[in-house]
């Protein structure tokens, strides 16, 4: 059974940071992403990670503030979140897929998410 679960999230300052991770276990894959679902909105992409090359991508409005790395020994990927805005509060999803694509519907196992509240 696959199961991944994140930590990491809480209450920060704008200009703040956090780190949050996501233990995998259960299987193998291929990417690893984090997706974010703010209130009112749809759940999108923000970054992701190709575990063997660990090449990443990410979505034009993190780039440059947020890393997203992994440490294959420990199955577990990080999302360090820098110069965090209040625009960035979400609920923040990992989750895990065979393939390399940004898209939700290609994610077949999910977290169940922890909140990122970031104030003014």
């Known amino acids: 059974q696959v199961q991944l679960i994140e930590s990491g999230g809480g209450l920060v300052q704008a200009g703040g940071s956090l780190r949050l991770s996501c233990a995998a276990s259960?299987?193998?894959?291929?990417?690893m992403g984090w997706f974010r679902q703010a209130p009112g909105k749809e759940r999108e992409f923000v970054a992701r990670?190709?575990?063997?090359?660990?090449?990443?991508d990410y979505t034009a409005s993190v780039k440059g503030r947020f890393t997203i790395s992994r440490d294959n020994a420990k199955n577990t990927v990080y999302l360090q979140m820098n110069s965090l805005k209040p625009d960035d509060t979400a609920v923040y999803y990992c989750?895990?897929?065979?393939?390399?694509?940004?898209?939700?519907?290609?994610?077949?196992?999910w977290g169940e998410g922890t909140q990122v509240t970031v104030s003014s």
């Open positions: 989750a895990a897929s065979l393939s390399s694509s940004r898209l939700i519907r290609d994610y077949s196992n």
């Open positions: 259960g299987s193998t894959f291929s990417t």
């Open positions: 990670i190709w575990l063997t090359k660990g090449s990443t």
